[in-house]
């Protein structure tokens, strides 16, 4: 029998050899000032929802080079239909973070995920549209009718909202048809269901595809009592072990932030051409126009006098209003108001 052996000199010179690979690449980071153990990790894994209020800061932070000014390169980009789908694969492990509407408080209000950054208010986004050829014309005629939408999420909040406005209730006085958005949306459209409550860009189908449809109201009508926020999320281990990570993620935000606030047509317009080459401009224009956005200072007051986690709570007291939980953690514990500040250096 032959036995192979191996020098102590050989094992040490290959050992050397890694080590001085691994020192170069930090020490390279280092002097780019970048954080070197952003730069080392594993890229990041994000998940998304489609629509320009979720992702219009991200995609431009990836168009402008902001995220690799930061050290987090290659980052991986997910899409999702809908917010529940995005944290179940957040909290299977195949995320580190996603950036999705109203569904940010729910999971995270149940333990599953910590909240960290703020995109807007979704403001006009959700819409509730009806046939009139199918005897629906006003809220008055939802009574007894199936709505379809999905189940905790954004349009969800904004229906339960707009039906109790109108003295109806969502669990006694109408059936909520609970599908995936695209599925919710092709059932009206073959009107096998009178009424659908959605977010943009999913009207633009409604549009094309059924002239005669009409848009009853939009959460516009409901601002800001029932103000809706979106923003990041990330897995609870991820949150325990990189916050690094997610302060460059955040300053990358920031950045791009403030660019889409302050030169939206320009902004509105790279995203159009880089991301939503599918949506005429015009239309991706008026998603723009259907969020509330703020520059990151003034999303930085409103962190830090409360504002942002009284809007987190109501939509987690919507959650709790339709028996979707009990006993929630609340935004003070699931929302980190302090990453996004320290990041930039607010004071």
């Known amino acids: 029998m032959t036995t192979t052996t191996h020098k102590p000199s050989q094992k040490l010179s290959h050992k050397r050899r890694h080590f001085l690979q691994t020192s170069g690449t930090l020490a390279a980071a280092t002097a780019l000032g970048m954080p070197a153990l952003v730069r080392a990790q594993a890229p990041l894994r994000v998940g998304y929802v489609n629509t320009l209020a979720v992702n219009a800061q991200m995609w431009l932070a990836e168009s ?3 995220f690799k000014r930061e050290g ?8 999702f239909n809908t917010g529940p789908e995005l944290f179940q694969a ?6 580190d973070v996603l950036t999705t509407g109203a569904v940010l408080s729910n999971f995270p209000a149940r333990g599953q995920g910590k909240a960290f950054l703020i995109n807007s208010v979704e403001y006009a986004t959700a819409q509730l549209w009806v046939h009139p050829d199918m005897g629906v ?5 939802l009574k007894g009718k199936q709505i379809a939408t999905t189940v905790g999420t954004t349009a969800h909040v904004f229906l339960h909202r707009a039906l109790a406005a109108n003295g109806i209730n969502s669990l006694k006085d109408v059936q909520v048809v609970n599908q995936r958005m695209p ?4 059932a009206f459209i073959s009107k096998a269901v009178p009424a659908v409550a959605l ?3 999913f009207n633009l189908q409604i549009r094309a595809r059924s002239p005669g449809a009409k848009m009853v109201v939009d959460a ?4 800001p009592q029932a103000a809706i926020v979106g923003g990041w999320a990330a897995r609870n281990d991820f949150y325990a072990n990189r916050k690094d990570t997610l302060m460059a993620l955040s300053r990358a935000w920031a950045t791009a932030n403030d660019y889409l606030v302050s030169k939206p047509d320009e902004a509105v317009e790279l995203v159009q051409r880089e991301r939503y080459q599918n949506v005429p401009l015009v239309d991706l224009k008026e998603q723009y126009k259907a969020s509330k956005l703020f520059t990151t200072q003034e999303w930085v007051k409103m962190y830090k006098d409360g504002t942002v986690t009284k809007w987190l709570d109501q939509v987690t007291d919507f959650n709790v209003e339709i028996g979707a939980m009990k006993d929630p953690i609340r935004a003070g514990t699931y929302f980190d ?3 996004m500040p320290q990041a930039i250096g607010a004071k």
Do not use: E
């Open 199 to 201: 977010w943009v860009p």
């Open 183 to 186: 599925d919710a949306v092709t």
């Open 90 to 95: 957040l909290v299977g492990g195949s995320l």
């Open 337 to 339: 108001a302090t990453i």
């Open 220 to 223: 516009s009508a409901y601002y």
């Open 137 to 141: 014309n006003s809220f008055a005629d």
């Open 72 to 79: 987090l390169n290659g980052v991986q980009y997910t899409m």
């Open 64 to 66: 402008l080079g902001h």
